[in-house]
């Protein structure tokens, strides 16, 4: 069985910073490119970051030098640093799991508030 496990979000002001994580089960992690996507209300899902199996990083442009993903393939998770957070950054952040050739998994989901 398949697990994408996100933690890490929550309320933080303006400017604040918040750590995702994803951990992963039930997949051969090491060979799975991950990313975290989000989506805000009325707003379609979007990629936020990637990072594929050999360690290529791709971002938004909204989120450039201030968002970094990175992953620990002994410990089966991926995290998303987030800095220098802005309101428009509010939404529920997607762990995505996925090959070019196969399936793709996702997340439960985790909410990232920016509010003053």
């Known amino acids: 069985q398949v697990q994408l496990v996100e933690s890490g979000g929550g309320l933080v002001q303006p400017g604040g910073s918040l750590r995702l994580s994803c951990a992963a089960s039930?997949?051969?992690?090491?060979?799975?490119?991950m990313g975290w996507y989000r989506q805000a209300p009325g707003k379609q899902r979007e990629l936020v970051a990637s990072?594929?199996?050999?360690?290529?990083?791709n971002y938004a442009d909204s989120v450039k030098g201030r968002f970094t993903i990175s992953r620990d393939n002994a410990k089966n998770t991926v995290y998303l640093q987030m800095n220098s957070l802005k309101p428009e950054d509010t939404a529920v952040y997607y762990c995505?799991?996925?090959?070019?050739?196969?399936?793709?998994?996702w997340g439960q989901g985790t909410q990232v508030t920016v509010s003053s």
């Open positions: 995505n799991a996925a090959l070019s050739i196969g399936p793709t998994y």
């Open positions: 990072i594929t199996r050999l360690g290529s990083t």
């Open positions: 039930g997949i051969s992690f090491t060979i799975y490119a």
